[in-house]
């Protein structure tokens, strides 16, 4: 073979090595607009529960949500979600606080990510804040899917733990 075609057998690769160069930086660009918006969905969403603005929460659901609370029942559709967020923010007798933690967000494809975030909700009697009848702690699920360009939870399971974490970090095994 002469040098000649060496090259021309070279020039193929060099293109398809720089498009895929490119296309990894669009794809790193992409992800980093994602999770800056999920992170940012996350902030809405605890807002919105400390505000007890149910209409700001449900905006962030798909119609077709499914939604298993901590106690482990199942809320189908965003009519049933809807219902079960009511119930917590228009309770006669007890009032919450609400704080969410630093969200851990894993993009999965172009239009699908898993978001994870620590929440801890404390239930006092209306009007007595600093007398906490219940202490809820846990881990939030998110799935989330992109449709027509914005992103949607379209399932979300909580899991009661022990103790709220700030970050969720890898753990390791020593």
Known sequence: MTKNSYL???L???FCGNSMATQNALDSSSNSKDIATLTNMIEQREHAMISRDIG???SQFSEDITWINSQGYLFEGKQSVLEF???LANNKTLDYSYEAGKPRIRITGPNSAIVYYSWKMFWFSKGQPDEISNKEIGLMTLSAQKQRGEWHWIAVTNQHTP???ETIDAATID
């Open 163 to 165: 103790w709220f974490y």
């Open 12 to 14: 193929p690769l060099f």
């Open 85 to 87: 967020h009511t119930m």
């Open 8 to 10: 021309l057998l070279l």
């Open 56 to 58: 700001t929460a449900m």
